[in-house]
């Protein structure tokens, strides 16, 4: 006889006071009842039931055993939930925020994948280079390039974007080609604003780290806006490879400083306080898997 099973009669007889109210909640026999308990007492060797013909009371080895029995079913009952969420198709609306340049160039092209595996999973993307507010605006995850500040939510670590610095091949014809960091302070930069990107760019090579102050007479608010005053000649860009692509091929801009390497962090982020339902689960394993980073440790707290 399954003893999770008998320790659930027991709890119910213990509750319900005799053995026929018992068997009614379990919807078995009150002779099925008193099977359970007494194949409990027998295992255990000791009385848990004080029995009369109206009634039964707790022995005090039946209290001290009913208050352990409670907290294995309680463990039982989670276990069984997590098991079952597991097995659970992820299903309903998900939805994700993401910067703009890295949802255009880097998420939405994936994205197919994680629908065609998941068809009951209906996605809303937002894509935005503000920082928005993951709770109030109802999200359930957000990728987030930059520095995180100290926050309440979970971060998983993605694999950093890659940032490349360029310009076009006639600014460089007036204004001449840097060859170390430290020159771009000579040079008209186009700064991402309301980023750090705005006021300084950080560049790791043989020699070490380098950060540049940089003068911005032209910034903004969008990578795309960026590329297209560095395609004009109006200065360097520096901003994610991804969205630089196929300019560089096509020699319409042009790589500087291709010795210095330059990354900017990715993490994506959810609540603490929000249940990993099988959609999130399976969207933030999906992210990992397509923007993971193998030094990543897993998640923690923004």
């Known amino acids: 006889m399954d003893r999770f099973a008998s320790m659930?009669?027991?709890?119910?007889?213990?509750?319900?006071?005799?053995?026929?109210?018992?068997?009614?909640?379990?919807d078995i026999s009150a002779a099925m009842v008193g099977k359970h308990v007494r194949q409990l007492e027998g295992h255990l060797g000791v009385r848990l039931l004080?029995?009369?013909?109206?009634?039964?009371?707790l022995t005090d080895a039946g209290r001290s055993f009913l208050e352990r029995t409670r907290i294995v079913l309680a463990e039982l009952e989670a276990a069984e939930a997590i098991a079952a969420d597991s097995r659970a198709r992820p299903r309903g609306e998900l939805r994700i925020n993401a910067p703009v340049s890295f949802g255009t160039y880097c998420l939405s092209p994936q994205l197919?994948?994680?629908?065609?595996?998941?068809?009951e999973v209906t996605v809303r993307l937002t894509l935005s280079d503000r920082v928005v507010d993951l709770v109030d605006?109802?999200?359930?995850?957000?990728f987030r390039a930059g520095t995180l500040h100290d926050s309440s939510l979970i971060a998983r670590g993605l694999r950093p974007l890659k940032l490349i610095p360029a310009a076009s091949p006639a600014y460089l014809e007036r204004h001449?080609?840097?060859?170390?960091?430290?020159?771009?302070a000579r040079h008209a930069c186009l700064g991402f604003s309301g980023s750090a990107l705005e006021e300084r760019w950080t560049f790791d090579g043989d020699a070490g780290e380098v950060v540049v102050p940089i003068g911005s007479r032209f910034s903004a608010?969008?990578?795309?806006?960026?590329r297209q005053a560095a395609l004009a000649g109006m200065g360097v860009i520096h901003h994610a490879e991804d969205l630089l692509a196929e300019d560089l091929a096509s020699g319409r801009l042009v790589r500087i400083l291709p010795d210095?390497?330059?990354?900017?962090?990715?993490?994506?982020?959810?609540?603490?306080?929000?249940?990993?339902?099988?959609?999130?689960?399976?969207?933030?394993d999906f992210a990992a898997t397509c923007f993971g980073n193998a030094r990543d440790?897993?998640?923690?707290?923004a």
């Open 8 to 26: 659930e009669v027991f709890a119910k007889v213990a509750d319900l006071g005799s053995f026929a109210a018992a068997a009614e909640a379990a």
């Open 50 to 57: 004080n029995r009369t013909t109206r009634r039964q009371s």
């Open 112 to 119: 197919p994948e994680y629908m065609a595996a998941n068809p």
């Open 137 to 142: 605006e109802g999200y359930d995850c957000v």
């Open 176 to 184: 001449g080609r840097p060859e170390h960091p430290s020159d771009l």
């Open 221 to 226: 608010n969008s990578g795309h806006a960026l």
């Open 260 to 284: 210095w390497r330059s990354e900017r962090p990715l993490h994506i982020l959810y609540a603490p306080d929000r249940r990993l339902t099988p959609k999130l689960r399976s969207f933030l």
């Open 297 to 301: 440790q897993g998640a923690s707290r």
